[in-house]
């Protein structure tokens, strides 16, 4: 399974940023996609998962700012990040978990967001 982001950058406080990530290789449906963020010297952490059936999963820092979407047919899941913070700079990782409960992870694309 490969999984190829886009979408990351450099913007302001208060600026909006939309990541894609897109999952092929896979015949198999995906359970869960999401999004995770690993900042400088933390832990990776998520921002927000969304099932194959529509359920989402926020991480509090990021409710009522980000939305996360999927397209099930095109095996693609997007977060919209709207009203950033200089707290939400990190790298942003794309994750994937098939039926089986296998995970997959994509390289991460770097947000940064300056005061």
């Known amino acids: 399974v490969q999984l190829q982001a886009s979408g990351g950058g450099l913007v302001q406080a208060g600026g909006s940023l939309r990541l894609s990530c897109a999952a092929s290789?896979?015949?198999?449906?995906?359970?869960?996609m999401g999004w995770y963020h690993q900042a400088p010297g933390m832990q990776r952490a998520l921002v927000a998962t969304?099932?194959?059936?529509?359920?989402?999963n926020y991480a509090d820092s990021v409710k009522g700012r980000f939305t996360i979407s999927r397209d099930n047919a095109k095996n693609t899941v997007d977060l919209q990040m709207n009203n950033l913070k200089p707290e939400d700079t990190a790298v942003y990782y794309c994750?994937?978990?098939?039926?089986?409960?296998?995970?997959?992870w994509g390289k991460g694309t770097l947000v940064t967001v300056s005061s």
């Open positions: 969304i099932t194959s059936g529509g359920t989402t």
């Open positions: 994750h994937v978990r098939t039926v089986f409960a296998r995970d997959y």
């Open positions: 290789g896979s015949i198999f449906r995906f359970d869960v």
